[in-house]
């Protein structure tokens, strides 16, 4: 901080000017301490509104960690959704082929078929 000075000091440092003039100055003095102030505080405000403005830019951009355990489970969710699917896909075409080994056996055009075949 700047030393203050008193009158008294002042007038011994400025002896030709007047107690006006004298106070003048110092209220000048006193007038551009609390600019000073003033604009250090708008500055470290500034500087808290960037910090902030940089935490949400970083947020943005790299995805929270509670995000990635979401998309852990969905991902595994998928998976298992997946591994049913291809089992049940699996089971259809198994008894769709033996559904159409059941038909053949019970068409009767098949069945007439045979039995010429056979002979009768």
Do not use: W
Not at 2 to 29: I, V
Not at 58 to 63: D, N, R, V
Not at 81 to 98: A, C, F, G, P, S
Not at 103 to 110: E, R, V
């Amino acid at each position: 901080m700047k030393n203050k000075k008193t009158m008294h000091e002042l007038c011994k440092e400025f002896p030709n000017k007047t107690y006006g003039e004298l106070e003048k100055y110092r209220e000048a003095d006193r007038n551009e301490e609390a600019q000073r102030i003033f604009t250090q505080q708008e500055n470290e405000e500034l500087k808290e509104d960037q910090l902030t403005e940089s935490q949400h830019k970083q947020k943005e951009l790299e995805p929270i960690e509670e995000d990635r355990t979401i998309f852990d489970e969905e991902r595994k969710k998928f998976q298992d959704y997946k591994e049913m699917y291809e089992k049940e896909h699996e089971l259809r075409q198994k008894v769709e082929k033996e559904l159409a080994d059941l038909k053949k056996k019970i068409d009767p055009a098949h069945k007439i078929q045979k039995a010429r075949e056979s002979g009768l």
